[in-house]
């Protein structure tokens, strides 16, 4: 079973930007349906943004405009840029493949460690 690990994370003031990665070690890449969910304190986790086999992308309301999704097949990667983030984007951050569904919380791999991504003055 693939498995995915996610990096990229830290402490940035609130307007500042983070770029995540996520190595993705499963079969298939190029025809999975990826993408980052986030965990914020008390909270369930839910997917944010979302990137189809075609290179179709789809985000929750409260980052559109902010966050862009991105994937490099070769390299077996998906990206989150993160810009003019806000204290409320403080969250664990995960990647997976399965869902386009934004709010879900459906994923086909094991869940990875997540990064954490803290907005704070």
């Known amino acids: 079973q693939g498995h995915v690990v996610e990096s990229g994370g830290g402490l940035v003031q609130p307007g500042g930007s983070l770029k995540l990665a996520c190595a993705h070690y499963?079969?298939?890449?190029?025809?999975?349906?990826l993408g980052w969910y986030r965990q914020g304190p008390g909270k369930e986790r839910e997917l944010i943004a979302a990137i189809s086999q075609t290179g179709t992308t789809n985000y929750d309301d409260s980052v559109k405009g902010r966050f862009a999704i991105s994937r490099d097949n070769d390299k077996r990667m998906i990206y989150l840029q993160m810009n003019n983030l806000k204290l409320e984007d403080t969250a664990v951050y995960y990647c997976n493949e399965g869902s386009t569904n934004i709010g879900s919380a459906y994923a086909l791999l094991p869940w990875g460690q997540g990064t954490q991504v803290t907005v704070s003055s």
């Open positions: 499963g079969s298939l890449f190029s025809l999975a349906a």
